[in-house]
C-alpha cells in the first residue's frame, strides 16, 4: 500500500503542499476519501513523484522535447563543421546525446551516427544535383 511504503514522503508533502497532517488520519480527523484524493493529484515535483518514479518524475514532455530539440542542433553543428572542415583534418567527434532519465549513458558512438564521414566535396556534389 502506498501509505505503508510511502509513509515519510506522504507525510511531507501533505505538510508542504496542503498543511494537512497525515497523523489526522489515523486520528479519523481525516476521511480516507479525502487523503486519497490529496494523495492523488499531488503535484509532479512531490516528494512521493519521486520515490514512485526516480528522477523521471522531474521531466515532463517540455523537457524531453528540449533535449531533442539541444541533441538535433548538436547534430547539425557536427553536420556543418564535418561538410566545412579541411579535408586533411580529421572528423569532428559526434556529439553525445543529452542524458535522459532511466537511459544509460551510450557507451560508443549512437546507432544512428554515420560510420563512414562522406568526404566534403561528395556532400557538395549531392546538395548540388
Do not use: C
Request: net charge negative.
Amino acid at each position: 500500500m502506498l501509505i505503508d511504503e510511502h509513509a515519510e514522503a506522504l507525510e511531507a508533502d501533505l505538510l508542504r503542499y496542503y498543511g494537512t497532517d497525515l497523523l489526522d488520519w489515523h486520528r479519523g480527523r481525516l476521511s480516507s476519501r479525502r487523503l486519497a484524493v490529496l494523495i492523488q493529484h499531488l503535484p509532479r515535483d512531490s516528494a512521493v513523484a519521486r520515490e514512485l518514479h526516480g528522477e523521471s518524475a522531474d521531466w515532463s514532455v517540455t523537457e524531453y522535447l528540449l533535449a531533442h530539440v539541444a541533441d538535433q542542433l548538436a547534430e547539425a553543428n557536427w553536420m556543418f563543421a564535418t561538410v566545412n572542415r579541411d579535408e586533411d583534418a580529421d572528423p569532428p567527434e559526434y556529439p553525445e546525446p543529452v542524458a535522459r532519465p532511466g537511459e544509460t549513458p551510450a557507451v560508443a558512438t549512437p546507432a544512428h551516427s554515420p560510420t563512414v564521414v562522406p568526404n566534403p566535396s561528395e556532400i557538395a556534389q549531392f546538395f548540388s544535383k
